[in-house]
C-alpha cells in the first residue's frame, strides 16, 4: 500500500508539474521566434510569470504538506479562542463573498469558545474550507460557518449552497491531487492539495473530519 500511494503520488506530482512547465515553455518560444515588438515581448513574459506563480503554489503547498506528514511541522499549542478566531477569518472573506452576491455569516454558540490549538494552523484550515465554500457557491447563494460543542468537542461546520460533491466522489477528497471534475461550463479550479492539508491539521489536533 505504502509503495502504491508513493507511485501514485510520484505520478500526480509529475503530471501537475508539466502543465505550468509546458506553459513556460511555449510562452519563452513564442517570445523568442515570433515576438516583434515590445508589446509582444510583454505579454510573453506575462503569460510565462503567471505560470511560474502557479508552479511555485504547487511546490510550496506540496513542501508545506510533505514537512507537516513527515513530522517536520511541529505544532505551536496554546490557548485559543475558536469563536472568535472563526469569526475574524469571515469578516476577511467578506468581500470576495460580497463581489460574489454570496451571504456568508458566521454563528458561534457558546459566543466564547477556549481550546488548545495552534492558531496558524486551524486558521489554515478555516480558510482553506471557506474558500472552497466560496469558490463553489454560486451568485446569490449563502455560507455559513457554525462553531459549536458536540460531545465535549469543539465543531466548525461549513455549510453552503454551492454545487455539492457527488457521493462517489466523498471518500477521495482528501486525497493529495483529488478533484471532482466539472461540468462543461465550470473549469477545473485550485491544486487539490488544499483539503489535503485540512485533514493533516485536524488529525494532528487529534479531531475528525468529513
Known amino acids: 500500500s505504502s509503495f502504491e500511494q508513493i507511485r501514485q503520488f510520484s505520478t500526480d506530482v509529475s503530471h501537475e508539474l508539466r502543465t505550468p512547465l509546458t506553459a513556460i515553455r511555449g510562452q519563452l518560444e513564442v517570445a523568442l521566434f515570433t515576438a516583434n515588438t515590445p508589446d509582444q515581448y510583454r505579454d510573453a513574459m506575462v503569460n510565462a510569470l503567471q505560470d511560474v506563480e502557479q508552479l511555485t503554489s504547487i511546490v510550496r503547498a506540496l513542501l508545506l504538506?510533505?514537512?507537516?506528514?513527515?513530522?517536520q511541522l511541529t505544532l505551536?499549542?496554546?490557548?485559543?479562542?475558536?469563536?472568535?478566531?472563526?469569526?475574524?477569518?469571515?469578516?476577511?472573506?467578506?468581500?470576495?463573498?460580497?463581489?460574489?452576491q454570496i451571504t456568508l455569516t458566521a454563528a458561534c454558540d457558546p459566543p466564547k469558545l477556549l481550546i488548545t490549538a495552534d492558531k496558524t494552523q486551524i486558521g489554515r484550515l478555516i480558510t482553506n474550507l471557506l474558500s472552497n465554500a466560496v469558490k463553489y457557491t454560486p451568485?446569490?447563494?449563502?455560507?455559513?460557518?457554525?462553531?459549536g460543542i458536540e460531545k465535549e468537542q469543539a465543531r466548525i461546520a461549513v455549510a453552503d449552497t454551492g454545487i455539492g460533491i457527488p457521493a462517489d466522489h466523498l471518500p477521495h477528497i482528501f486525497d493529495r491531487f483529488y478533484r471532482v471534475r466539472p461540468t462543461r461550463s465550470k473549469p477545473l479550479q485550485g491544486l487539490g492539495l488544499g483539503l489535503s492539508f485540512v485533514a493533516w491539521i485536524v488529525q494532528a489536533h487529534k479531531g475528525s473530519i468529513e
Open 139 to 147: 451568485p446569490g447563494g449563502a455560507v455559513k460557518v457554525t462553531v
Open 65 to 71: 504538506l510533505s514537512q507537516a506528514e513527515s513530522g
Open 76 to 100: 505551536q499549542m496554546e490557548p485559543l479562542d475558536l469563536a472568535d478566531l472563526v469569526r475574524d477569518i469571515v469578516d476577511q472573506f467578506q468581500i470576495p463573498a460580497e463581489e460574489q
